[in-house]
């Protein structure tokens, strides 16, 4: 529709929400591990680093949902370039400062410190690229009178509803994830190791149709605003075969490079052992 101060008042909106369910997780983070560990079966070794992680990890919190704030709104405004820009940021990032911590004095903790560094630096990116890129675009007529029923019931409301359904199916995601880490856990540690990586694997792939999703989603978003039915159209049925094009590609590159991607994930020889035998599943 091209309406700039309502993109405006969508993203501040978005950052408002995603802080305040931040304190409450971090409110909340004691329970929740209490929780966790009543339906996750593990050994205490595997407890008692979980936990270590997560007291730390859990710190990373307004700067992670935050970014998923960042992340959709850059997609919604057609923008693929500032969300690739922060991933890389954040990922290179994570990389490096969990090496660098680990092997220095934090040791395992240093992962997840460095986790926390690497959110926060993709934070500051995001917010880098929307001064650069919509400051003046986007945010100019914006007024602190057009703020202040931002988070009144019916747009709260209106912004919930608006995003229900990815809400459900990222639950559903989610549900998946934690059920097959809670189930692996209670093979003991070469399964949960085992079921990890195959978890890796699978998110290598999901990068890639999420490409799509996104651009479908971008897309569908920018011609129903623009009233333009056949290209909302012609938008879904090339997002479904770009898609279904990336899933075959991917059973090729998994069943001829399976094995060298596994020992690239682990040295431990009986993991990439016990891998191969999951890798049809995979496929």
Partial sequence: RKDDKECAKILTRALGISLAFALVLIAIQWIFVKVAFHVVDCTPEVQALASKYFFIRIWAAPATLSLMAFKGWFIGMQDSVSPMVTDIVVNGMNVLMSIVLALGPLGFSGIAWGTVVAQYSGLLIAAIMLVIRYARKVF????????????????????FVMNTDLFVRSLCFIAIYIGFTTISAGYGDLLLAVSSIMMKLLMIFSYFTDGFAYAGEALAGKYIGAGDRSMLRLSVKWTFI??????????????????????????????????????????
Wanted: glycine share 8%.
């Fill in 140 to 159: 100019t007529d914006i007024r602190m009178a057009d703020l202040k029923g931002l988070f009144a019931g019916a747009e709260t409301r209106r912004f």
């Fill in 242 to 283: 770009w898609s279904m094009a990336i899933a075959v590609i991917f059973m090729g590159i998994y069943h001829f490079a399976g094995v060298p991607m596994l020992r690239v994930m682990t040295s431990d020889g009986a993991v990439v052992e016990q891998s191969r035998e999951y890798l049809p599943w995979l496929l």
